[in-house]
């Protein structure tokens, strides 16, 4: 389990349906996990302090419930990690009532019955507020995956998975050999090349971990194909 060693004692990354979300303060942003149903997706918010600014990700279900996290928001943008219809069911009903720009992979796009502003290719950055976050374009769960990462000025990278990465290993690829080589592949040359242990990763179901408490397992991952 990943344990938040950055002056938030009650983050722990562990959230559920129906309960309360969990709150963490960073340096000049914070972020707000919750876990919505009925396939126990993540939702987050990650605010700009300075200006307000949000960047939702994954309008996955429950809109009540994310629009009552997103209703102080001046500035709000969603962004939709990947195509699947769970990590998305309450993006039309957000969008509706907050008229928040949306932005998701180029090639996942078409898979999202609500229109796409911004179309996401990899290697882009996202401005919210004075926030800045980079993007990761990873195939293999689908198409078009995209992974956002923010780089906390004082402290850690925290790096937004969707159905990437998890506690355990990457994302589902149907027990297709080829799918799967893309997304370890790219897994690994994108974030355990190029991250230290320290990296936050907070994906799009279940609890949070770290690239360092991931790392030892590779090659376990590699040899069970999964």
Not at 15 to 35: D, H, N, Y
Not at 57 to 77: K, S
Not at 139 to 168: K, M, N, R, W, Y
Request: include cysteine; proline fraction near 7%.
């Amino acid at each position: 389990m990943a344990s938040d060693s950055l002056g938030n004692p009650d983050y722990d990354g562990r959230v559920s349906v129906a309960g309360p979300p969990q709150v963490r303060q960073l340096a000049g942003a914070t972020v707000t996990k919750i876990a919505v149903g009925p396939y126990d997706n993540n939702s987050y918010l990650l605010r700009c302090d300075a200006t307000g600014a949000g960047l939702l990700i994954d309008a996955a279900a429950e809109p009540d419930r994310l629009l009552e996290l997103v209703a102080d928001i001046p500035d709000l943008q969603i962004a939709t990690t990947h195509g699947h219809p769970d990590h998305w069911q309450a993006l039309a009903d957000v969008v509706a009532d907050t008229r928040a720009a949306t932005m998701a992979g180029r090639l996942d796009a078409p898979d999202i019955p609500i229109p796409t502003d911004r179309l996401l290719d990899g290697d882009e950055t996202i401005e919210i507020g004075s926030l800045t976050l980079r993007t990761i374009h990873l195939q293999g769960h689908t198409p078009g995956s995209i992974v956002f990462v923010f780089d906390d000025a004082e402290g850690s990278t925290h790096v937004f998975t969707g159905d990437c990465l998890f506690p355990g290993g990457v994302g589902k690829t149907w027990d297709d050999p080829q799918r799967f080589q893309s997304l370890y592949t790219g897994v690994v040359r994108e974030l355990f090349d190029a991250l230290d242990d320290s990296a936050w990763i907070y994906p799009g179901h279940g609890h949070d971990t770290t690239i360092g408490a991931e790392r030892p397992h590779l090659d376990e991952w590699r040899e069970r194909g999964w």
